[in-house]
């Protein structure tokens, strides 16, 4: 998940089952401290009150009907019974300062309790901005969660606003996608590009998207109404309707600032919540990425150190040598993209760059990274020559291609418009200037593609109306926040921020590389979140885990 757009910028979830297959498992973690009792769920109706002005909103009638075990909401034939998939829309207000006016749909999926009868309901976001809550269920139920939170709860996946199954952004043709990806379409600049160079050719490429987007979604006014805080009074309204006093909920990366800015505005409605890899909602766009161009830079030398310690490891000499290794190859697909399984899809520098930064998403996918990288430097195919496929299949997974051709999501359409509307514009044309400098020196090799978000957001036309502040949660149940320490796309020092900010947040810390911990830390990350959820026991303060 990468919080800031870039189409090429993947999100954590989605590319978890199909790494599974050719990454190892993880090796189980080990607890520095037992928990303790800590937090309860909130109990009876009393507990939620319902805004003025959307009773009919909160007292709608949900309609579930059965849909297939896989991604999106097919219907199939069959009971709703433990164990099963049922799917469901819910209508909420397209703009919550006029709840008399348009409206849209919020999808839901639903896999039952194993158990006859369900503890109650875990509602998930997988992240993005853009993760597909709808399809990642199916995944994350049979991969991700322990046997005995699905055996307890009913997990819910939502698509927020504008993302997938929802009522949804819609941009682009599948070709203007792939070719957007390829970085084909981009303004041509020269090695010795000034700021202003820089800053009119995002402006024009954001302009030129907008332009697509507004004339393809449905409502076009919906681009105006994608924020997250707008997000969360959906989210409390699915709690509502589905039979919940208080929301119990798991949000990874971006899915930590919809569920503090739900804890936020819902403090009373607040159960049990678990928030992994979290996003610091006090920084500004600018610093999200800089953050990030860190994070990513030293998860590369994280890996490059790793492949050098092993055998078969395609990069030579110091870690600094692999680096330069890697960001020479980098450069030479510029004039010269290498051949992938696709004749008609050649790897470029833009897509090798995001094949690239996936595997650091997870450290169980680094000995693949290797892989790839030694076939597309030529050092492993047969005829000696570079060979790009792995690489691209890397990009293609995170951007939810398939071999066919066709996205099955909308992702890396909706993160731009979700982000330019969390994030109000900062700054002028020198400060914008200097922060890209400061974000290329922080990565030389990621760099370039994470400068300018506040150009793309003031071209994009569609201006944020919230403001970028520490959250509270005053009078919330406890918060789990959970932090990964060499995590490249949200930042340890974010989870660290985030669990300070909200009055009943305390911080997990997972000793680990890659993006978020729940799932792929161990046995000791795993006990901590699941004693919580299922008994409402918070760990130990200061609880650290290893493996």
Not at 36 to 41: I, L, R, S, W, Y
Not at 257 to 278: E, S
Not at 292 to 321: H, I, M, W
Not at 374 to 395: H, V
Request: aromatic letters at 6%; proline letters at 5%; one cysteine or more.
């Amino acid at each position: 998940m990468s919080i800031l757009d870039a189409s090429s910028r993947p999100r954590r979830i989605k590319i978890l089952a199909a790494l599974s297959a050719v990454t190892a498992t993880a090796a189980l973690s080990a607890c520095s401290n037992p928990s303790v009792p800590g937090a309860t769920q909130a109990t009876g109706a009393a507990a939620a009150s319902v805004p003025a002005g959307l009773e009919s909103f909160y007292s709608q009638a949900v309609e579930w009907y059965p849909c297939k075990k896989d991604a999106g909401m097919t219907e199939r034939s069959g009971d709703m019974g433990p164990g099963t998939m049922s799917c469901a829309r819910v209508k909420v207000p397209l703009d919550y300062g006029n709840p008399g006016g348009e409206t849209i749909q919020i999808a839901m999926k639903k896999r039952s309790a194993s158990a006859d009868t369900a503890t109650g309901a875990l509602f998930i976001n997988p992240g993005g901005p853009g993760g597909s809550g709808v399809d990642i269920l199916p995944q994350i139920t049979s991969t991700q969660f322990s046997k005995d939170l699905v055996t307890a709860y009913d997990v819910i996946g939502f698509d927020p606003r504008g993302v997938g199954e929802s009522t949804a952004i819609d941009c682009l043709t599948d070709a203007e996608l792939d070719a957007e990806r390829s970085g084909t379409e981009s303004p041509s600049l020269p090695d010795d590009a000034t700021g202003e160079q820089k800053r009119a050719a995002v402006a024009e490429e954001t302009t030129e998207r907008e332009a697509k987007c507004r004339a393809k979604t449905r409502p076009a006014a919906l681009l105006d109404h994608v924020d997250t805080v707008s997000a969360a009074k959906d989210l409390d309204i699915l709690r509502a309707v589905t039979g919940n006093s208080a929301l119990t909920y798991f949000g990874y990366s971006y899915g930590t600032f919809l569920g503090a800015t739900y804890a936020d505005l819902f403090p009373g409605n607040v159960g049990r919540f678990v928030l992994d890899g979290a996003v610091d909602p006090s920084i500004s766009g600018g610093q999200v990425a800089l953050g990030q161009a860190k994070g990513f830079e030293n998860a590369l030398r994280a890996y490059v150190e790793s492949c050098q310690s092993g055998s078969d490891c395609p990069l030579t000499g110091s870690v600094d040598d692999g680096v330069k290794q890697i960001q020479d190859f980098l450069t030479s697909l510029e004039s010269g993209p290498i051949r992938t399984s696709d004749a008609n899809r050649p790897l470029t520098r833009s897509l090798a760059t995001s094949g690239i930064m996936v595997p650091l998403y997870q450290s169980e996918a680094w000995p693949q990274l290797s892989i790839a990288l030694s076939r597309a430097m030529g050092k492993t195919t047969n005829d000696g020559k570079p060979d790009g496929a792995i690489l691209l299949y890397f990009a293609d997974l995170a951007a939810q291609r398939g071999n066919d051709g066709t996205y099955s999501g909308n992702g890396s359409e909706a993160i731009g418009a979700i982000n330019c509307a969390d994030f109000p514009v900062m700054g002028d044309a020198a400060s914008w200037d200097q922060e890209a400098a400061e974000i290329k020196k922080a990565s030389p090799t990621f760099g370039d593609g994470l400068q300018y978000t506040d150009v793309a957001c003031q071209a994009w036309g569609h201006p944020s109306g919230n403001e970028r502040k520490a959250i509270h949660a005053s009078g919330a149940n406890p918060i789990l926040v959970i932090g990964t320490t060499g995590d490249p796309a949200t930042p340890y020092e974010w989870s660290q921020s985030l669990a300070d900010q909200l009055d009943s947040g305390q911080l997990l810390t997972w000793k680990g590389h890659g993006h978020t911990a729940y799932g792929r830390a161990g046995k000791c990350v795993t006990t901590a979140v699941d004693e919580y959820l299922l008994k409402g026991t918070m760990p130990a303060e200061g609880l650290t885990c290893e493996g």
